[in-house]
């Protein structure tokens, strides 16, 4: 049994930490397990199962319960998302620890969120755990599952992910025909240029929503939309909700200390 299908997976803690100055992580030896994901500066680790790490902006690891890390280089100005859980039964359906990027992050504001309200949601707040465990997963078959062109068009697209862009485009930027680039993709992902352009543009925006303060009118903007109600007419169509509605949902987040 897939154990992100299942009720095994139990939220803990998590929080956003923050760093004013100099930092390096404490030594530790968690009973549960830790992730954690970077959203500036660096963080450099020594994990005694996973060896040497240094995690850019970006990047993530899953540390494992009982085994012992601790900081080896002092950074400034670091900031992270943490998030501890642990399994009841059963094994994650995911081998990799260590992960070149994790792009959702308003999946964090959304964990904080139902964390710091006044009757907390624990059946919620597990479910959403689980949905940055999925990702993790789909991030990992993700790359197993490519090939050599298959990711490079799959890190252009998600890169230059804009409203409106096009097969044409992406044939052109690498010298293919637009219906060879389609099979490429859907051999890969089974999907085309429009569906992953537009699973991009969302993640975009939800982050930019949860993360920034940016007017709809300027979120529009960076993400190539044509107008305000193009951009909120695209947000509705695939997340079911406005985007102020979305904003407002996330807002009873705060600073952690790790």
């Not at 790490?53 to 993530?60: D, E, M, S, V, W």
Request: aromatic share 12%; glycine share 6%; proline share 3%.
């Amino acid at each position: 049994m897939n154990i992100l299908m299942n009720s095994h997976v139990h939220y803990n803690t998590a929080g956003r930490f923050k760093a004013d100055g100099e930092w390096r992580h404490p030594d530790r030896t968690e009973r549960t397990y830790e992730l954690i994901v970077v959203t500036d500066s660096a963080v450099y680790l020594h994990d005694e199962a996973l060896g040497e790490l240094c995690l850019k902006k970006g990047q993530a690891v899953l540390l494992s319960p009982n085994v012992r890390h601790y900081g080896t280089v002092i950074t400034e100005n670091t900031e992270f998302y943490w998030l501890h859980f642990s399994l009841t039964g059963g094994k994650l359906p995911f081998q990799g620890r260590v992960f070149s990027r994790f792009e959702p992050l308003y999946l964090f504001r959304e964990l904080l969120h139902l964390g710091n309200l006044p009757k907390r949601p624990q059946d919620a707040i597990n479910a959403v755990t689980v949905h940055i465990l999925c990702e993790l997963s789909r991030m990992e078959n993700d790359t197993q599952r490519f090939d050599r062109k298959g990711e490079e068009i799959y890190e252009w697209i998600r890169i230059h992910a804009r409203s409106g862009l096009s097969a044409e485009k992406v044939a052109a930027h690498f010298g293919f025909s637009k219906d060879h680039v389609t099979r490429i993709l859907k051999g890969n992902f089974g999907c085309g240029v429009k569906a992953l352009s537009a699973r991009f543009l969302m993640e975009n925006a939800c982050n930019l929503l949860a993360n920034t303060d940016l007017y709809i009118k300027e979120i529009s903007a960076r993400l190539g939309f044509r107008s305000d109600k193009a951009f909120v007419n695209f947000f509705y169509y695939h997340e079911g909700c406005y985007p102020t509605q979305f904003r407002n949902r996330l807002s009873k987040t705060h600073l952690n200390n790790h």
